[in-house]
């Protein structure tokens, strides 16, 4: 079957027609918010294993994937070396104090213009993917991949780009959940697995994605009191609270 095929079929339509009907309603109506909400993430859900249940690994979606795991590494390691730049700059500009810089990247927000569907129903359920409408993946708050610096007293640990990619010194192939054979030198990054194996993205969602976006935050820390004031030692024992 091909992919236009498949969004086709009455199992995907009937699944994406319920959670952006429910998404109506709870946009336009604010009927049953709360419940409406948790019954969309699991539709989500339900909706990546109906689509993963029509995927089966070949040449030509190896290339994509390849395209992929090429396209989201390379953004990791800017995403990397943005962080690092920020990080110094700031140090540089205060020493004193506890400084944090995050970085983090996401799928690109804009529908994918290479992507075989492109129907409106389609840009929909991308947009509550990926966090454009509401936050339906918790853990997907910290983006694909989240890169973190911060001072540690006199001590400052960055991360490697490898242990970034796929958390470890020496490259790894997180290809779990697919045929082993076909992939089994692609060297997949621990991002495509986070997004693969934890998330709501299914692999028709993920294969054509050739634009993310980078957030980054920077957070410095300081008090208006010398450290020895602050009382840190306190004993949970002592409950002069319950003395009448």
């Known amino acids: 079957m091909t992919v236009q095929e498949i969004f086709n079929t009455k199992a995907v339509q009937e699944i994406e027609t319920a959670i952006l009907n429910l998404q109506y309603e709870t946009e336009r109506m604010k009927a049953f918010m709360d419940y409406n909400r948790v019954t969309i993430k699991h539709l989500l859900g339900v909706r990546k294993n109906i689509l993963q249940n029509y995927f089966a690994m070949d040449e030509k979606y190896r290339q994509l994937l390849s395209e992929f795991n090429d396209a989201l590494k390379l953004q990791l390691i800017e995403m990397r070396h943005r962080t690092i730049k920020i990080f110094e700059s700031a ?44 936050n339906y993946m918790p853990l997907y708050e910290n983006g694909a991949c989240c ?44 991002a495509f ?47 002069d609270h319950l003395t009448l």
């Open 147 to 190: 890169f973190k610096i911060k001072t540690w007293g006199d001590s400052v640990h960055i991360q490697s780009e490898n242990k970034m990619l796929y958390l470890q010194e020496e490259p790894d192939n997180w290809n779990e959940g697919l045929d082993r054979e076909l992939t089994k030198d692609m060297h997949l990054i621990h």
């Open 91 to 134: 140090k540089s500009y205060d020493e004193k104090n506890n400084i944090v810089v995050t970085g983090k990247c996401f799928l690109g927000y804009g529908y994918p213009k290479i992507h075989p569907v492109q129907t409106v129903r389609a840009r929909k359920i991308w947009a509550m993917l990926n966090g454009t409408i509401d």
């Open 193 to 239: 697995h986070n997004l693969y194996e934890h998330l709501e993205f299914s692999i028709f969602d993920l294969l054509w994605v050739r634009n993310f976006n980078i957030e980054l935050h920077t957070e410095i820390d300081y008090s208006t009191y010398k450290s020895d004031v602050f009382d840190d030692d306190l004993d949970w024992n002592i409950c």
